[in-house]
């Protein structure tokens, strides 16, 4: 029973002596996720590598067709500035998605959507690419959230 | 102060008042999914429908691709049944999905796979399907991990 005394002791004790500074609000992560998503579109639309890359997890893992796994931010980071090299000149005009089904369960969370990207090539008409996009967010030990895993398919026109 | 004293009284009270009945032991999330996994690839090799389809969420979302999103367990399964019903005397005589990174945050959990798919059509030399799988599951409030969203794309042959 020592245990038990020592116990509510120390909740007794916890309740008499709140700090009477206001306390840091709760953290919204519905919230968070619609920022990570602006931020993610809007890094894309800038076409900011390191900002996108930057929104990885150090052991996330990219998913893309017809492609083996990415597994690594270095790894997805490198493909990332590769496809970029090898289109010199073209532009990411348009960049919308469509996120859905946000859950978040502690430090996890996971959504979907649906994304219609313009892209400019020099010289040549624009075209737009439709798709959908699936992905496994972990907010990090300094309180950002990160793409852990990120899948994508080809979708018909809207 | 009196929420204070009345917090403490309750915590006392419910120190003394222990149960000595033994506890349920803790699930273990993890043999959970892996168990998922089993029973996810078995109803794949017996071609079982409804046991795949009894594996969704009624509110899952299938992301396939070409295709628009399939929302609902019962457009999901319509799709499973409608696929079957266009290749008649198929069989799937082999179905490995090799799954990584599985995550549990409450009722909430990820990973992703790497799936090798045997088909046999009627009177015809087998063919072999390459993709990878990523899964959200969700336990629901019968204790059951369902599949609440899903997305597929190809592989090269590994």
């Known amino acids: ?21 206001p306390q840091t609000p709760p953290a919204d992560p519905k919230a968070e996720i619609l920022a990570f998503n602006e931020k993610f579109i809007n890094a894309h639309l800038r076409m900011d590598n390191p900002a996108i890359i930057a ?42 998605i469509d996120f859905h089904d946000i859950r978040v369960s502690g430090d996890w969370a996971s959504e979907w959507g649906i994304e219609t990207q313009g ?13 959908k996009i699936l992905f496994v967010l972990h907010k990090d030990s300094s309180g950002q959230w990160k793409i852990q895993h990120e899948m994508w398919n ?3 026109k809207p």
Do not use: C, H
Not at 1 to 21: K, Y
Not at 81 to 94: C, E, F, H, L, T
């Open 55 to 96: 929104m990885w997890a150090e052991d996330g893992v990219s998913l893309l067709p017809s492609m083996a796994p990415l597994a690594g931010r270095a790894a997805i980071g490198k493909f990332i500035n590769d496809i970029s090299a090898q289109m010199p000149g073209y532009k990411i005009v348009r960049e919308k």
């Open 154 to 156: 080809a979708s018909p």
């Open 119 to 131: 892209l400019q090539p020099p010289n040549q008409p624009s075209m737009e690419g439709y798709g």
């Open 1 to 21: 029973m020592l245990t038990a005394w020592r116990s509510a002791f120390l909740v007794l004790a916890s309740l008499f002596f709140l700090p009477s500074t």
